[in-house]
């Protein structure tokens, strides 16, 4: 089967996501999964549930980048099995960053912050360990560094293992997400 993820990976889209998903596979047991993502983000708890999410399946699956990834798309691009980008799409990491700082900033608040910034960079950087084969320090500097991958850099740093060209009219198959609104 052949998904689109074109959007914000939130709370919200993360549970439709994953709702289709699931039902996808418990109604096709053994078929293959394949998603094209476009996801320039997203929140830090969500993307990571949708990457466990996926690492859990019992099916092959393969994220497939459309055009560009980056922050919590990048975090959905790891959770499969085998990846792909299109030629002339980006690829992008960061370190955990937080919004929404409302209100006056006491020092309690700016530790707490900084604890989940933290906590947000460590959960990344096993993430790329894991999917990608990456030592600690590798990971870890892909992050400080805020690194933009060309297709050919994400395949020799093992982001993705190949560079395909998928057009959308190909697809048999193909489930838009209803994302953001």
């Known amino acids: ?15 439709i996501f994953m709702t289709e998903v699931l039902a996808f596979v ?11 993502i476009q996801c320039m983000g997203g929140s830090p708890a969500p ?6 999410f996926l690492r859990g399946l019992p ?10 990834v980056y922050s919590g798309g990048t975090t959905l691009l790891l959770g499969f099995k085998t990846r792909s980008v299109t030629p002339n799409a980006m690829i992008g990491v960061h370190s955990g960053r937080l919004t929404g700082i409302n209100g006056e ?6 530790f707490d912050f900084l604890n989940q910034i933290q906590a947000i960079n460590l959960q990344l950087i096993r993430q790329l360990m894991d999917a990608t084969g990456a030592d600690e320090e590798t990971a870890t500097g ?4 805020s690194s933009f991958w060309t297709p050919e850099q994400a395949v020799e740093n093992n982001i993705v293992h ?3 060209r998928h057009e959308i009219k190909e697809m048999k198959q193909v489930r838009i997400l209803p994302l953001n609104g």
């Open 162 to 164: 190949s560079i395909e």
């Open 1 to 15: 089967m052949k998904f689109i993820f074109d959007g914000q990976l939130n709370e919200r889209e993360a549970r």
């Open 105 to 110: 900033l006491t020092e309690e608040r700016a």
């Open 142 to 145: 892909w992050i400080r560094k």
């Open 59 to 68: 099916v092959e699956t393969h994220g497939h980048v459309l055009g560009s």
């Open 47 to 52: 993307a990571a549930a949708v990457f466990e």
């Open 26 to 36: 418990q109604n096709n047991p053994g078929e293959k999964l394949w998603v094209g």
